[in-house]
């Protein structure tokens, strides 16, 4: 009788331990600050230049003078040579009294490729409006990505810019 229950003991803090070490991956507690800080500065810059706060969305926006990218990180998947990040975006455009005039806050999914000086975006990811939101949020994040409580461990990263 005590070889059996010695035999379960192992056997279930083997599992513990397996199951510990098959999440930690996944958690962005795994991550440290500063390298989430490198996944938010990347994902700003590309922001700057590609959507929200480009050039020409500046141009029809003269009332913009400073601009605010807020992110909660959810989690991520790491590949040989690219990163997907899930998580909120907070994005804001303020006048020169500081006030908010443009914003949005959705969840989003970047694919970082991994570069020698950091990373570089490579695809992004949005659900879309109305009746596809709840669908595409289903497939772009994985339950154990987009859960409550993962939001609580999560970091959050906060970047601003003036507009010249």
């Given at each position: 009788m005590k070889k059996k229950t010695g035999f379960l003991?192992?056997?279930?803090?083997?599992?513990v331990i397996g199951w510990t070490f098959r999440t930690k991956g996944n958690n962005v507690d795994s991550v440290s600050k500063s390298?989430?800080?490198k996944y938010g500065e990347t994902i700003f810059n590309y922001m700057k230049a590609e959507t929200y706060f480009?050039?020409?969305t500046l141009e029809a926006s003269p009332e913009v003078k400073?601009?605010?990218?807020?992110i909660d990180f959810y989690g991520q998947d790491v590949d040989k040579d690219s990163i997907t990040v899930y998580l909120n975006q907070t994005v804001s455009g303020c006048n020169e009294s500081g006030q908010d005039v443009y914003g949005s806050n959705f969840p989003v999914v970047y694919t970082l490729e991994k570069?020698?000086?950091g990373y570089k975006v490579i695809h992004y990811e949005e659900p879309r409006d109305g009746s596809f939101y709840e669908e595409d949020i289903k497939r772009m994040f994985p339950k154990k990505k987009f859960d409550p409580?993962?939001?609580?461990k999560s970091?959050?990263?906060f970047f601003e810019e003036e507009i010249q």
């Amino acid at each position: 009788m005590k070889k059996k229950t010695g035999f379960l003991a192992v056997c279930v803090i083997l599992i513990v331990i397996g199951w510990t070490f098959r999440t930690k991956g996944n958690n962005v507690d795994s991550v440290s600050k500063s390298e989430r800080k490198k996944y938010g500065e990347t994902i700003f810059n590309y922001m700057k230049a590609e959507t929200y706060f480009n050039s020409e969305t500046l141009e029809a926006s003269p009332e913009v003078k400073k601009i605010k990218l807020l992110i909660d990180f959810y989690g991520q998947d790491v590949d040989k040579d690219s990163i997907t990040v899930y998580l909120n975006q907070t994005v804001s455009g303020c006048n020169e009294s500081g006030q908010d005039v443009y914003g949005s806050n959705f969840p989003v999914v970047y694919t970082l490729e991994k570069q020698k000086a950091g990373y570089k975006v490579i695809h992004y990811e949005e659900p879309r409006d109305g009746s596809f939101y709840e669908e595409d949020i289903k497939r772009m994040f994985p339950k154990k990505k987009f859960d409550p409580l993962n939001k609580l461990k999560s970091g959050t990263i906060f970047f601003e810019e003036e507009i010249q």
